[in-house]
């Protein structure tokens, strides 16, 4: 079992930075992979970014260029570094935790931290 748990989310204008952190306890992630979703009102749940246990990295084509997602397994934490930061990534954003490919399937999840950004 893994439990996560999201922090540093909040509201920014538009062109600003967020870090968020994703605090993993219950088990060491090293073999994970872990990524991030997001959730807007009405919409689908979405991969934002995927990062697998050797670094590999895959986006969203709608956040490339601008997020980017890290690792620190010995703190047993995921980053995702946000920047330039739009209105259209206001959302809840999910850590998650796998076993499987970047695209999936995840079997743990964190409760999601709200992202707000003002035009």
């Known amino acids: 079992q893994v439990q996560l748990v999201e922090s540093g989310g909040g509201l920014v204008q538009a062109g600003g930075s967020l870090r968020l952190s994703c605090l993993a306890s219950?088990?060491?992630?090293?073999?994970?992979?872990m990524g991030w979703y997001r959730q807007a009102p009405g919409k689908q749940r979405d991969l934002v970014a995927a990062?697998?246990?050797?670094?590999?990295?895959n986006y969203a084509e709608s956040v490339k260029g601008r997020f980017t997602i890290s690792r620190d397994d010995a703190k047993n934490t995921v980053y995702l570094q946000m920047n330039s930061l739009k209105p259209e990534d206001t959302a809840v954003y999910y850590c998650?935790?796998?076993?499987?490919?970047?695209?999936?399937?995840?079997?743990?999840w964190g409760q999601g931290t709200q992202v707000t950004v003002s035009s």
């Open positions: 990062i697998t246990s050797s670094g590999r990295t």
């Open positions: 219950g088990n060491i992630i090293s073999t994970y992979v």
């Open positions: 998650a935790a796998g076993f499987g490919s970047s695209w999936g399937p995840y079997n743990y």
